[in-house]
């Protein structure tokens, strides 16, 4: 997996949430320019939907609990909500660079990831939302530790 630039990635916080909590409903928004390849993780209460762009290539993470497991739960959009674009492209593209958005996050928040280690092994599951039943798919990405 290609490793990120850490200059690269520019973290804002939001909505009063600090370096280490909450952890349970804490929001990321992942974001990139193609023009300076900078990594924009916005981390807060509620997903940035200031940062979100027509293009609609965000990564949405948060985490929740399922049952009595902590989960990172997160989407992309493949297609719909008028998302022009070939759907199998922009799902190769999400399968392909979801790792490095992954670790933008992870070091964006490296703060709360050191004080409580044991988010490193919370599983993260992105659904790949697409109206076509061919891309709309769950996806286990493993656990933060892998993208470290």
């Known amino acids: 997996m290609k ?6 990635v520019k973290p ?5 949430v ?6 349970l409903g804490r929001k990321y928004t992942m974001t990139h320019s193609d023009e300076t390849a900078d990594l924009f993780v916005t981390i807060g209460k509620q997903f940035a ?3 979100i762009i027509p293009i609609r290539d965000e990564v949405l993470l948060e985490f929740r609990m399922k049952g009595n497991e902590l989960q990172l739960v997160g989407k ?3 297609d719909g909500e ?3 674009g070939d759907p199998k492209f922009r799902n190769d593209i999400f399968l392909q660079k979801l790792g490095i958005s992954l ?3 992870r070091y964006a928040d490296r703060r709360l990831f050191e004080r409580w280690s044991q988010l490193d092994d919370v599983p993260i599951y992105i659904w790949f939302q697409s109206e076509n039943e061919k ?3 769950l996806y286990d990405f493993g656990t933060m530790k892998k993208y470290r």
């Not at 600090?18 to 952890?23: D, F």
């Open 76 to 78: 992309v959009l493949v």
């Open 82 to 84: 008028g998302v022009e």
């Open 18 to 23: 600090g370096a280490i909590n909450p952890v």
């Open 103 to 105: 670790q933008a996050i």
């Open 49 to 51: 939907k200031d940062k």
């Open 135 to 137: 891309y709309n798919k």
């Open 12 to 16: 804002e916080f939001r909505d009063n």
């Open 3 to 8: 490793r990120i630039n850490p200059a690269k």
